[in-house]
Nanobody, 114 residues
């Protein structure tokens, strides 16, 4: 199972980005999916999580600004990030439970700077 993330980049404060992460390989079912992030010098933290039934949870710091969603037909999870701020700068990682096992994708860098 592989998770391929994309969509990171440089954006100005107040701007938006959309991250995508597709799971591929020997997949029967994808359960929970999530996005984590790790800023320089900080620990990795949960940003948002979505269950197979599409219930969601968010970190307090991103509530009202970020939206997680998924397309089960494509085994893909998305993170729409609006009103980005410099403190959102981090490497963003996708994560998924596939067949009872947890998998991490390679990170994608998001830089918020003017």
């Amino acid at each position: 199972v592989q998770l391929q993330a994309s969509g990171g980049g440089l954006v100005q404060p107040g701007g938006s980005l959309r991250l995508s992460c597709a799971a591929s390989g020997s997949i029967f079912s994808v359960n929970a999916m999530a996005w984590f992030r790790q800023a320089p010098g900080k620990e990795r933290e949960l940003v948002a999580r979505i269950s197979s039934g599409e219930s969601t949870i968010y970190a307090d710091s991103v509530k009202g600004r970020f939206t997680i969603s998924r397309d089960n037909a494509k085994n893909t999870v998305y993170l729409q990030m609006d009103s980005l701020a410099p403190e959102d700068t981090a490497v963003y990682y996708c994560w998924a439970i596939v067949g009872g096992e947890g998998y991490w994708g390679r990170g994608t860098l998001v830089t918020v700077s003017s």
